[in-house]
């Protein structure tokens, strides 16, 4: 029995495809494993390295451990450890001028000027339903160009404002943004969440994204571009560009307009390739801004009280 089972073995091992096109697999396994391993090093430089993230832990050896201020783990990942590597940043090097802090207040008196910032930001809120009066287009440039005044990682200014005021952009937005809504308010938001937003009175019907006179898109960039073409890196593009967004909100209500911050869910690629933006630039908020509508209407909602926001030491 057992010669039999060997005369078979040798047999099917004989006949079998592998051993009689041998001389066929194995160039092409050897080609295979170079042209990987050679597109490996051009993209990596031959340097990349397995970032491992690890839980926090309360260990000393945590404060050793090395930090980059990324938001995520991207192809820029490539710093090396060789000594002889010549860096430099991406910023220029300037000298430091003098600064004696601010200058430009609401009032020369600071406790005035807190009161009268508070009374403006307070006055603030959501506006789901537009005015169709003009809005003069400067100001509302002028409002985005105070964002850009925003503190970045690095100084990376890590944004892009669109402004929106084409009748036919902002009818194609509203149709992928309602689209997508629809699907989100019917199937993926759980109902407790659907519920949460009833005293709000939303629903995947967005009227205010054709009416407001202007839509402002506002985009992350994960990465930029030296001018040599290499890309540079972002660091906390997100917290960055969400700082910028909350100076663009002040800038509108002390300008006399209103606005929404929306996150339209799921839409962040079909709005980017609508406009036309690069792959680095990711939608973070959609804004309508304009002049509120005279029959409209916010929820009566009060906001926390100063000793519930702070925590005294």
């Known amino acids: 029995m057992a010669s039999y089972l060997e005369s078979w073995v040798d047999s099917l091992i004989s006949s079998s495809a592998l051993v009689s096109y041998w001389n066929y697999i194995f ?14 090093k051009h993209r990596y430089g031959g340097r990349k390295k397995l970032r491992i993230i690890s839980p926090p832990t309360d260990s000393a050896t945590d404060a050793t451990k090395k930090l980059d201020g990324m938001e995520y783990v991207g192809e820029l990942d490539q710093d090396s450890e060789d000594p002889e590597d010549d860096l430099a940043p991406a910023l220029e090097e300037k000298p430091r001028v003098p600064y004696r802090g601010a200058t430009v207040t609401l009032s020369k008196d600071s406790s005035e000027a807190a009161d009268k910032f508070y009374a403006i930001v307070n006055d603030r809120r959501s506006v789901r339903k537009f005015s169709q009066r003009p809005v003069d ?54 109902k407790q969440w659907v519920t949460d937003l009833r005293p709000i009175q939303t629903n995947h019907i967005k009227e205010y994204l054709t009416d407001a006179p202007y839509l402002i898109l506002v985009f992350k960039q994960t990465y930029g571009h030296k001018l040599d073409g290499t890309k540079k ?17 002040c800038a509108l209500q002390s300008a006399g307009l209103s606005s929404l911050i929306t996150t339209p869910l799921n839409c962040g690629p079909a709005l980017r390739n609508l406009l036309d933006r690069p792959p680095n630039e990711k939608l973070l908020v959609l804004l309508p801004v304009g002049y509120a509508a005279e029959d409209c209407t916010v929820p009566d909602l009060q906001r926390k009280p100063l000793d519930e926001l702070i925590v005294r030491y």
């Open 27 to 40: 160039p092409m396994l050897v080609g295979l494993y170079l042209a990987i391993s050679l597109y490996d």
């Open 137 to 190: 287009r400067e100001i509302v440039e002028r409002c985005i160009q105070a964002a850009g005044t925003g503190p970045s990682g690095a100084h990376t200014e890590p944004w892009t404002f669109c402004l929106v005021s084409d009748r036919s952009i902002k009818e194609s937005i509203r149709e992928i943004i309602e689209a997508e809504e629809l699907i989100n308010y019917t199937q993926r938001m759980a």
């Open 233 to 249: 890196q972002h660091y906390y593009n997100e917290i960055s560009t969400s700082i910028a967004t909350g100076i663009l909100l």
